[in-house]
C-alpha cells in the first residue's frame, strides 16, 4: 500500500474514533431528561413545564394538557409567567388526587384572571415539580430564576407550595431573596412567613411573600376561640405529636400547647416519631401505647400535631382500645383537610362502636369549606330576623358571608361551562385544594391588573408585583371562596377564617365531612370593608 494510503487510512481511523468520542461524551454527559424542561433525577421527572405534560402521573394528565391548550391561546396576547411549585408525582393514588385537585384549582384560577377584555397581561401558567418532598427544589429554582430574567419567559410569581417543609422553606427564601414574588396558597407552617406589628418593621425573612392561607398559630386560636377552649379543662386535654423534624409538625404542636385552659393538669405531652409524611414505620406500634394512656387518664379530646397518614392511624388505634363508654375528638390542623380521602369502608367501620354510634370524631381547621358562607349566612338572617323582626337589607348583610358567597359560585358557574374540558375528574370542592389554589392563582391576577398601566405590552416588574401584596386590603380586598383576603404589611391574611369541619363516622357506610362553623383568629369577624387595624400584631 502507498504511503500516502496508509497516512489516509490512518487520519480517517483517527477522525472516527474521535467522532465517535465526542458523540459518546455528549449523550453520556447530556442530562437524561423527561420532555422539555424537564430532567430525570433519581427516577423523578424534575423540572418546569408548561405543554401538557405530566410529569408521569396519569391523574394530572387532562388537567395539565388544558392548562396548555390556555397558554395557547393567550400566547399572542400580552402575558408574563406564573409558575405552579408543587411536588406532582407519588406512589400514593389518594395523593395524586390531591394533586388534580390542586390543578383544577390552577386551571380554573387562570381561566378567571385571563377572562377580562382590555385587562393585561394574561396569565401563561406553568408546572413546576421540585420532586418529593422539594428535595430537589434547588434545581427548580434554577430554571426559575433564568426565567425571570428572561425576556421570553417573564416569570411574574411562584406559586402553589403545598409543604410546610425545611426545604420549601428554603425554595422559599431563596426565590424572594432574588426578588421573585412568591403566594403561598397551601403552607401553613409559621416558619414560612413573615412578622406583623413591631416585628415586621424589619427587613422581612421573605421579602415579596404572601400568604392567603393562616397559619398553625392562627389556626388554633381559631380553633381555640371556637371550641370555647379557654373554659375547657386541662385534665380532659392532651396534645400527641410527631417529633420528625417537620415545619407544619413543629408549628402545630406548639401552638396547640400554647392554648390557655382551665383546672388541674391533664396527661403530659405524648411524642412520637414517623420516618416520613408518607410512611407509617412503627408509628401504629406507639399509638397503640398512647391509646391505652389516654384511656386510663380523664382526656377525651386530643390535639394532634401530625401528618394525615399519621391522624388516621392514631384516630383507628384509639377506637381500637374500647375504652368503655367512652368518645373522642381528635382536633388537628388543616393538613388533615386530606383524611377523608384516605378512609376505607373497613376504617369506618373501626370508627364506630358495635352499636352503630362513632367512637371518635376528628374536627379539623380545614381552610375552605363549601357549605361555609350559605349555612353561615342563613345562620347570621335567622339571628337577624329574631332580633329585629325584618328581614335585613343587602347593606346590612355581612360583606365577610356575602362576598365569598359570590366569589363560590362564580367559581361553581366556571366549573359548569368548563364541562366540555377534561379535567381528569369533576372537582371536589369539598377538600379545599380546589378552592384555595383558585384563591390564589386570582390573587396574583388581581395584582398584575392593579400593577398594569399605559402600554398593554408593557410588563409589570417583579418589584410591581412584589409591592403590590400589602395594597390587597379594604377596598382592593380580594374576594375569596374561602373568605375575604386582605393582606397585611407584612404578606399575611388579615384574621382570615378557618373552616371548622368534623369527620363523623356516622352509624352505617362511609362516614360524613361536615360543616360545623367558622373560626377566627382574632376571635371576632373580619371589619367592615376588611379595613385592617392599625398595630394589628
Known sequence: MPRWRKILYALLVTAAVVAGSLYGWSVLGRPDTCTDGVERIGGECVGVNGEGYDFGTPEIRQVARAIAQENRRIEGRPHVTVAMMLPLQSDTAAQRREMRSDLQGAYLGQLKANEGEGEPPKIRLVLANPGRDYQHQSTVVDTLLRMAGSDRDRLRAVTGFNLSLDATQAAVRRLTQHGIPVLASRITGDQIANADGADGMAKPRFPGLARIIPTNHDVAQALAGFNGAQGREDRRTVLVYDKRPDAYDESLAKAFSGIKETG???????????????????TGNQFTQMANNICDSEADTVYFAGRTL???????????????????????????????????????????????TAKVTVQ????????????????????????????????????????????????????????DTDLGGTPNLEDSRTMLV??????????????????????????????????????????GTSGLICLTSAGNPYDKPVAVVELDPGQAGEGRLKFVGLGWPTGHEQPRNCVIPSGTP
Open 264 to 282: 388541674p393538669p391533664g396527661p403530659a405531652a405524648m411524642p412520637f416519631t414517623s420516618p416520613a409524611i408518607d410512611e407509617a414505620g412503627s
Open 310 to 356: 399519621h391522624l388516621r392511624l392514631f384516630a383507628l388505634k384509639l377506637a381500637q382500645v374500647g375504652c368503655e363508654n367512652r368518645h373522642y375528638t381528635i382536633i388537628s390542623g388543616s393538613d388533615a383537610a386530606s383524611l377523608r380521602q384516605n378512609m376505607t369502608d373497613k376504617d369506618w367501620q373501626q370508627l364506630r362502636g358495635a352499636d352503630g
Open 364 to 419: 379539623y381547621a380545614a381552610p375552605a369549606h363549601p357549605d361555609a358562607w350559605s349555612s353561615q349566612l342563613a345562620m347570621w338572617k335567622r339571628k337577624f330576623r329574631t332580633a329585629h323582626h325584618r328581614e335585613p337589607t343587602a347593606d346590612e348583610l355581612p360583606q365577610y358571608l356575602t362576598e365569598p358567597e359570590s366569589a363560590l359560585a362564580g367559581l361553581k358557574k366556571l366549573i359548569s361551562t368548563t364541562e
Open 438 to 479: 383558585y384563591d390564589g392563582l386570582v390573587t396574583i391576577g388581581t395584582a398584575l391588573h392593579q400593577v398594569q398601566s399605559g402600554d398593554a405590552g408593557r410588563v409589570p416588574s417583579l418589584d410591581d408585583v412584589a409591592g403590590e401584596w400589602s395594597q390587597l386590603q379594604s377596598r382592593h380586598r380580594v374576594p
